[in-house]
């Protein structure tokens, strides 16, 4: 071998010594995890509006939500127009006893207005001390809704508000007995004829409490507030609240509190403790 070649050699040995002593030695640079987010000073909600995802501090004014004293219920059956003499019986009826079975419950024991027409019980009690199986929702708003109950079983306000006055549990009152009752008191007979035209019926008594259901909306919340514009209706740790719900990082979707159907979406595993297996 020449001297070049010996050189050559020599060089190509200490190449490839030292690659193997650096492949082989503990790095002295570990890995830092990627630095987490700046915190924002102000926290930015998005929301829904049809297909476009927007930042509510940005959307034009002109698409922003209303304020629901401005938005229309939606699911008004055309037999039941709305009139101010149908809510007002309405509203009679939905605070009367009269439909319990024993007269000691009404839609108001469950749907109290001072707590913002739900109460404070887990689950709800009707006659006699008789437990349900769930909780009672508020009525806030549910002129808006597109299904009703937890599971969303009734699609009308209509359907929904008899179903508590015959179940057992609530006010276990068979409607033909509702209405026979009804039909005993003058006044009420009276009132009936007086909105409908007609005698009382089981399909009325279910117009007539869906007419004042309609009527209960929230107004001039905070949150309709914020969601007109005003950027400080609501605190900090609100609207990081509202973050959270327009993420679904909770565990209940009302699929739109204005519009969407009222049920939970949970899990099967949690089925039984929230009860929507019953």
């Given amino acids: 071998m020449g001297e070049a070649s010996r050189r050559a050699f020599v060089g190509l040995l200490l190449v490839w010594a030292t690659a193997l002593t650096a492949a082989q030695a503990p790095s002295q640079q570990t890995q830092q995890p990627p630095p987490p987010p700046p915190i924002p000073k102000t926290v930015i909600i998005h929301t829904q509006i049809g297909e476009r995802r927007v930042d509510v501090d940005v959307v034009p004014r002109e698409i922003r939500p209303r304020l629901i004293s401005a938005m229309t ?21 939905f605070f009367d006893k009269i439909l319990s079975n024993d007269r000691t419950v009404s839609c ?35 002129a808006f809704g597109r299904s009703h109950f937890w599971d969303g079983r009734a699609g009308s306000l209509e359907a929904q508000v008899v179903q508590p006055i015959s179940d ?16 005993g008191d003058r006044a009420y007979r009276d009132a009936f004829q007086s909105v409908f035209g007609q005698p009382v019926s089981g399909a009325d008594l279910g117009r ?8 209960i909306r929230s107004t001039d919340s905070p949150y309709d507030r914020f969601m007109a514009g005003s950027a400080d209706a609501l605190t900090a740790e609100q609207q990081q609240g509202l ?3 327009n993420r679904r990082e909770v565990g209940i979707d ?19 403790d929230l009860r929507l297996d019953q």
């Fill in 73 to 93: 219920p939606v699911g008004v059956p055309f037999d039941n127009p709305p009139t101010d003499e149908k809510a007002a019986l309405g509203k009679r009826l």
């Fill in 108 to 142: 108001a024991t469950c749907h109290d207005p001072e707590r913002a027409f739900a109460d404070t019980r887990t689950l709800a009690v009707g006659i006699s001390g008789r437990v349900g199986k769930r909780h009672s929702p508020s009525l806030i708003n549910r």
């Fill in 168 to 183: 057992r549990n609530e006010m276990d009152l068979p409607i033909e007995d509702a209405v026979a009752r009804l039909a």
């Fill in 208 to 215: 007539a409490l869906a007419t004042y259901l309609r009527t």
């Fill in 243 to 245: 973050q959270q719900w």
């Fill in 254 to 272: 009302l699929d739109n509190i204005f519009q969407g159907a009222m049920r939970i979406v949970a899990p099967v595993e949690r089925a039984q």
